[in-house]
Nanobody
Framework: QVQVVESGGDLVQPGGSLRLSCAAS????????GGWYRQAPGKERELVAT???????NYADSVKGRFTISKDFALRMVYLQMNSLKPDDTAAYYC???????????WGQGTQVTVSS
């Protein structure tokens, strides 16, 4: 069985920074893609950033220039550096790791990011 755990969420002031980490443990699988998603109360889950095994990344327009996704898939880890945080970034942030099989799609339970003065 695979477990995915996020860490790094916190309460920060507008303009502040946070670095989120995500790690998989348990049954072995080869990570081919990872991503971060977020969900605020009353809103649908939205994609924040994704990265594949070659390092190609994609970002939501709302975070471009402020967030950076990175990876170490050999260690089954992904990261999200968040700078210039805004109140609208407040959400539960979820990590996703995927292998090549359709069944290899794993999610963490989320870490809360709150941006408020």
């Amino acid at each position: 069985q695979v477990q995915v755990v996020e860490s790094g969420g916190d309460l920060v002031q507008p303009g502040g920074s946070l670095r989120l980490s995500c790690a998989a443990s348990g049954s072995a699988f080869v990570v081919y893609a990872g991503g971060w998603y977020r969900q605020a109360p009353g809103k649908e889950r939205e994609l924040v950033a994704t990265i594949n095994k070659n390092g190609m990344s994609n970002y939501a327009d709302s975070v471009k220039g402020r967030f950076t996704i990175s990876k170490d898939f050999a260690l089954r880890m992904v990261y999200l550096q968040m700078n210039s945080l805004k109140p609208d970034d407040t959400a539960a942030y979820y990590c996703n790791l995927r292998g090549m099989r359709p069944s290899q799609d794993y999610w963490g339970q989320g870490t809360q990011v709150t941006v408020s003065s």
